[in-house]
């Protein structure tokens, strides 16, 4: 199973990117969680937002109410729509699925993308 997030790139400040997670190698929705977390030079890796196979999503406090989370169970990819950037938005968004496999969760990242936001 392998995630693969893109999407990243450089924009200025209020704008906006969508990033892309695509799975391969296993079906989607046996994903119980879909997850994107960011890592800033310096800081430790953060949760930025995440999103059930039931649909229930859950927000980093920094993000609320700019981006938002999605899964898309039939094209394998989940996406995470970010409006009114910021320059400390910047970093390297990874997504995540964590899955049961043989009765024990486990936990799957994808190389990250790089967003950096300009002032």
């Known amino acids: 199973v392998q995630l693969q997030a893109s999407g990243g790139g450089l924009v200025q400040a209020g704008g906006s990117l969508r990033l892309s997670c695509a799975a391969s190698?296993?079906?989607?929705?046996?994903?119980?969680?879909i997850g994107w977390y960011r890592q800033a030079p310096g800081k430790q890796r953060e949760l930025v937002a995440s999103v059930t196979k039931a649909g229930e999503t859950n927000y980093g406090d920094s993000v609320k109410g700019r981006f938002t989370i999605s899964r898309d169970n039939g094209k394998s990819t989940a996406y995470l729509q970010m409006n009114s950037l910021k320059p400390e938005d910047t970093a390297v968004y990874f997504c995540?699925?964590?899955?049961?496999?043989?009765?024990?969760?486990?936990?799957?990242w994808g190389q990250g993308t790089l967003v950096t936001v300009s002032s």
């Open positions: 995540n699925g964590e899955r049961m496999v043989f009765g024990l969760s486990r936990v799957y």
């Open positions: 190698g296993s079906t989607f929705n046996t994903f119980n969680v």
